[in-house]
């Protein structure tokens, strides 16, 4: 085990250089730059200004879009560290990761590590909450599927979870803001925001209770349409151990359907799940763009989607980076969760 493991930790060397190397790449070979978006806006700043005052001032406009792209162009390129080739630029990048600085953003012209810690807290709180209803729900919801197989209870909540499976989370979204939240019908729920404007001061439960409040159309848009996936994962796990003869043994020598089920067959189910497992580090940089721009929530979707449509490369790195080390460890510890839950499992 130790020596898999010091095999995998070894491994996740080249590929993070290799997710991080063609992800800087693609982005600053990808049209529209920070230098052409500010070139831009510079000039349409000087044209606009110019279009007021006759032929003379717009002649003097189109003057100083010349002068901008001669005079101002170089000292942009050195101000955003594009006057170095791309090569030079990614090692430079690295330079920096090794001191924890991801360099400033373009957009918002803070530290890129401040803004992503400043849109932490939303996705993160989306991201737990998903993470521990799904599993609360689906794997009993699974199990119970599971022992009652082909049964009406199987029948009809299998549909209705196909059914929530196939609506897309735009649609879903839309609806329960048209229906529940003021957009026609009900204003049983807010949107935008994570509590009230008079959170502070609220005390106790009613703190717990008004964050539940706001959660509760947001949360039911992210995390219906993976009920599905883990109930039936869950459910069809168990039907095939419950198949297997130790199952069949186990039964014959008289023991209790309860001690069948929980003590030798859920075990040996969940090792799918576990797959699953090490994906829980990805809630802390969850994010839905369709959630966040829907419900008007600014979490790291909508900060990631802003970032590509500005070329903010820093801060799309820096996304990148924290994505990829976390997809990493998650993928290290589904391996620690198979050995852990069945032991028959053992990597060389």
Not at 86 to 106: T, V
Not at 305 to 320: E, H, T, W
């Amino acid at each position: 085990m130790f020596t898999f493991l010091l095999r995998r930790l070894i491994l996740l060397i080249p590929t993070f250089f290799g997710i991080t190397l063609i992800s800087f790449v693609i982005i600053n070979l990808a049209p529209g730059s920070p230098i052409e978006q500010k070139i831009q806006a510079l000039r349409f700043g000087s044209q606009g200004g110019s279009s007021g005052g006759g032929g003379g001032a717009s002649s003097s406009g189109e003057r100083a879009t010349v002068n901008l792209n001669e005079d101002v162009i170089e000292a942009l390129k050195k101000q955003y560290g594009f006057d170095k080739p791309i090569h030079e630029r990614y090692l430079i990048w690295l330079k920096n990761l090794a001191r924890f600085d991801f360099g400033d953003s373009f957009t918002y012209e803070e530290p890129v590590l401040d803004v992503i810690i400043s849109k932490f807290p939303v996705s993160l709180q989306f991201g737990v909450a998903s993470l521990i209803l799904s599993y609360l729900i689906c794997i009993p919801l699974g199990i119970a599927k599971g022992v009652k197989a082909g049964g009406t209870f199987d029948t009809f909540s299998g549909l209705f979870l196909y059914f929530l499976y196939a609506v897309p989370p735009l649609v879903l979204g839309v609806f329960l803001i048209t229906f529940f939240a003021g957009g026609s019908y009900f204003s049983w729920f807010p949107t935008g925001l994570l509590h009230s404007d008079d959170y502070d001061s609220l005390v106790g439960f009613a703190k717990i209770q008004d964050r539940i409040h706001h959660f509760v159309l947001p949360l039911t848009t992210y995390v219906i349409g993976g009920f599905a996936e883990l109930t039936l994962l869950m459910r069809n796990s168990l039907l095939d151990v419950i198949k297997q003869d130790y199952i069949r043994t186990a039964r014959a020598k008289g023991l209790a359907e309860k001690a069948v089920l929980f003590k030798h067959a859920l075990r040996n189910a969940l090792i799918p799940i576990a797959v699953n497992l090490g994906g829980f580090l990805q809630v802390f940089l969850a994010g839905s763009l369709i959630v966040e721009t829907l419900f008007q929530l600014d979490g790291l979707g909508l900060l990631g989607y802003k970032s590509i449509l500005a070329r903010d490369y820093n801060v799309i790195m820096g996304l990148i980076f924290f994505s990829s080390v976390t997809l990493m460890a998650g993928r290290l510890l589904t391996d620690i969760a198979y050995v852990l839950i069945d032991p028959r499992i053992d990597f060389k």
